[in-house]
């Protein structure tokens, strides 16, 4: 295995033990040209990253081109990542998603840790499926929080985390919100799949949320069995369902 890391975003842990390369963000061709002398024929686009300003990036010639062809695209957080991936792709190489390795992350349909949902468990979930279908389709976010039908909070740039903390903020009297969170309408899901783990079940608790939904099929389940202790210990609901059927 070989890791291209970039600095700033690449936890250093990551990559020792394994083959890898130091970049900056915009180092298209650079790290193109690192995967072919190490061998490589599948792409794995895996770990957090925090979207940069284009005046942050260190841009070669290829980066440039790129941007200029995909004009509007970038502005959105699928465009660019779709465009990266036709850029690794057209060098020849298979991107591959991270489900196609680690099959048992994507979160099946049903009740994975606490419920049963009650009636008003259940509108805000679909509540929360209309309002992350709207925000998705202009590629805004993965993830919104919903209270007796109200929608607290939408993710934006700040990321799930800190989304989830500031629609604690703002919660009203009585059951906590519900955090909903799937994926885009059409999107690339080899290179941003929705996450969610046994830190999102804390965060979650730490503001107030009663419970989590997911889509089933698109989202990755990060340690099941930590999550779903963590999800039992805080006494709040996990649900996967199908986004293109909320009822």
């Known amino acids: ?9 690449t936890d250093p842990a990551t990559v020792e033990g394994f083959g890898h ?12 040209r690192a995967l072919h002398a190490a061998g490589c024929v599948d792409v794995v686009m895996a770990g957090p990253m925090r ?3 284009l005046s942050s990036l260190s841009l070669d010639r290829r980066s440039v081109t790129a941007l200029a062809k995909a004009g509007t695209r970038v502005f959105g957080d699928d465009g660019l990542l779709s465009l990266i991936v036709e850029e690794i792709e057209r060098d020849g190489f298979r991107v591959v998603g991270v489900e196609d390795l680690l099959g048992g ?18 509108r805000d979930v679909v509540r ?26 939408v993710e934006a740039i700040e990321g799930t985390d800190a989304m989830i903390a500031r629609a604690g ?28 783990g046994a830190g999102t079940v804390v965060a979650a608790a730490a503001a107030g949320f009663r419970g ?11 340690d099941r069995a930590a999550t779903v202790r963590a999800v039992e210990q805080a006494g ?12």
């Open 21 to 32: 390369v130091w970049l900056k963000l915009g180092q298209t061709d650079a790290a193109l």
């Open 1 to 9: 295995m070989f890791i291209v890391a970039f600095e700033g975003h």
């Open 51 to 53: 979207r940069p300003t």
């Open 212 to 222: 989590i939904a997911i889509e089933a099929g698109a989202t990755l389940v990060v």
């Open 128 to 153: 929360g499926i209309a309002a992350l279908r709207a925000i998705g389709a202009a590629d805004i976010g993965q993830a919104v929080a919903v209270q007796e039908g109200l929608v607290l909070a």
């Open 169 to 196: 903020l703002l919660r009203r009297p009585g059951a906590g919100p519900v955090l909903v969170k799937g994926s885009k309408p059409g999107q690339e899901g080899r290179a941003d799949r929705p996450t969610v």
């Open 236 to 247: 709040l609901f996990l649900v996967a369902r199908s986004f293109s059927d909320p009822t």
């Open 105 to 122: 992350y994507l979160a099946y349909e049903g009740t994975l840790a606490g419920g049963p949902l009650g009636a008003a468990d259940e």
